[in-house]
């Protein structure tokens, strides 16, 4: 089986692929992909790619439009083949195994996303690059991530320290932006962030 990690990037296995799709109804994950979804139901597009999709939930909640033609690629053939199962009765819904770095469709989307993956990537810089190649002419990538910051009482500076490393901060959501050469838009909710990303006039 093809691997299509990179050196460093957490990967999702057979058990582990399981146990996300159980996280999902954890509350700070509901509330995320509440606003994900609602963020892009505010949106007019047809076509939407998702990279890094986990178990599909933001693409599930979307091919509730079936105007929409989405896809969607993840480096764990798990979490394919989870995702499929969610949609199967959808034609207009596509998963296959894929990453950052290698998107294995050939077209252009309106709209691409990224959700709880970013932070995984080896090479941020790289990969915004590479995915733009993919946008269609006017489209942007927007990526959503919990927000990197400490907070003032003892639980929140050990919460802060233990998922660090699945955070990240406004300004390396601006520095990706413009080491790929991307006008970049931020947009904070509470905990939650999003970056939105688009080639340059």
């Given at each position: 089986?093809?691997?299509?990690?990179?050196?460093?990037?957490?990967?999702?296995?057979?058990?582990?692929?399981?146990?996300?799709?159980?996280?999902?109804k954890i509350p700070a994950l509901s509330k995320f992909y509440r606003f994900v979804t609602?963020?892009?139901?505010?949106?007019?597009?047809?076509?939407?790619?998702?990279?890094?999709?986990?178990?599909?939930?933001?693409?599930?909640?979307?091919?509730?439009?079936?105007?929409?033609?989405?896809?969607?690629?993840?480096?764990?053939?798990?979490?394919?083949?989870?995702?499929?199962?969610?949609?199967?009765?959808?034609?207009?819904v596509t998963f296959a195994v894929g990453s950052s770095t290698y998107i294995p469709f050939?077209?252009?989307?309106?709209?691409?996303?990224?959700?709880?993956?970013?932070?995984?990537?080896?090479?941020?810089?790289?990969?915004?690059?590479?995915?733009?190649?993919?946008?269609?002419?006017?489209?942007?990538?927007?990526?959503?991530?919990?927000?990197?910051?400490?907070?003032?009482?003892?639980?929140?500076?050990?919460?802060?320290?233990?998922?660090?490393?699945?955070?990240?901060?406004?300004?390396?959501l601006e520095a990706y932006g413009e080491e790929a050469g991307l006008s970049t838009n931020?947009?904070?909710?509470?905990?939650?962030?999003?970056?939105?990303?688009?080639?340059?006039?």
């Amino acid at each position: 089986m093809e691997n299509y990690y990179k050196e460093g990037e957490e990967k999702f296995g057979f058990l582990s692929s399981k146990l996300y799709l159980l996280a999902e109804k954890i509350p700070a994950l509901s509330k995320f992909y509440r606003f994900v979804t609602q963020d892009l139901e505010s949106k007019t597009f047809k076509s939407l790619l998702d990279v890094g999709f986990g178990t599909g939930s933001v693409i599930y909640q979307l091919s509730k439009n079936n105007k929409l033609y989405l896809y969607g690629v993840d480096p764990s053939p798990y979490m394919v083949s989870i995702a499929k199962k969610r949609t199967y009765t959808n034609p207009n819904v596509t998963f296959a195994v894929g990453s950052s770095t290698y998107i294995p469709f050939d077209k252009k989307f309106d709209i691409i996303i990224s959700s709880l993956s970013m932070h995984h990537w080896n090479d941020k810089k790289g990969s915004l690059i590479y995915l733009s190649k993919f946008l269609e002419d006017g489209g942007e990538i927007d990526i959503y991530e919990f927000l990197l910051s400490k907070g003032k009482s003892l639980s929140e500076h050990f919460e802060y320290y233990a998922a660090k490393s699945h955070m990240v901060s406004k300004t390396q959501l601006e520095a990706y932006g413009e080491e790929a050469g991307l006008s970049t838009n931020i947009k904070v909710k509470g905990n939650l962030i999003k970056a939105t990303y688009k080639l340059q006039l």
